[in-house]
Nanobody
């Protein structure tokens, strides 16, 4: 429904920072929420951060809170994930996804199954 393209991944040493970007193809972009998820080999995709579009409220997984910041640029149809104090365990492929509607009226933004559109992912490798 909407094309999403992540960028900004790469190799960084522990303690460093990276900013990931996700560009949306739609001129008018107003999902229920946008989220960042990550995945490592042999593991399921897990929640990192999300932003609800209407309210601007942000949500973070416990291990990322205080280190990662999700934000958006409405003019550019972009969302960002600013990552600081990176650890080796942050190494993963990072995906952005769009949750278009809260069908269950739960208010949740944590579950990959609720996101219907995904980017191709961008790889982050943190050396230690």
């Amino acid at each position: 429904q909407v094309q999403l393209v992540e960028s900004g991944g790469g190799l960084v040493q522990a303690g460093g920072s990276l900013r990931l970007s996700c560009a949306a193809s739609e001129r008018t972009f107003s999902p229920y929420a946008m989220g960042w998820f990550r995945q490592i080999p042999g593991k399921p995709r897990t929640f990192v951060a999300a932003i609800k579009w209407r309210s601007g409220n942000t949500y973070y997984a416990d291990s990322m809170r205080g280190r990662f910041t999700i934000s958006r640029d409405d003019a550019l149809n972009m969302i960002y994930l600013q990552m600081t104090s990176l650890k080796s365990e942050d190494t993963a492929v990072y995906f952005c996804g769009a949750k278009h509607f809260d069908y269950s009226n739960s208010g949740a933004v944590y579950y990959p199954r609720d996101y219907t559109d995904w980017g191709q992912g961008t790889r982050v490798t943190v050396s230690s």
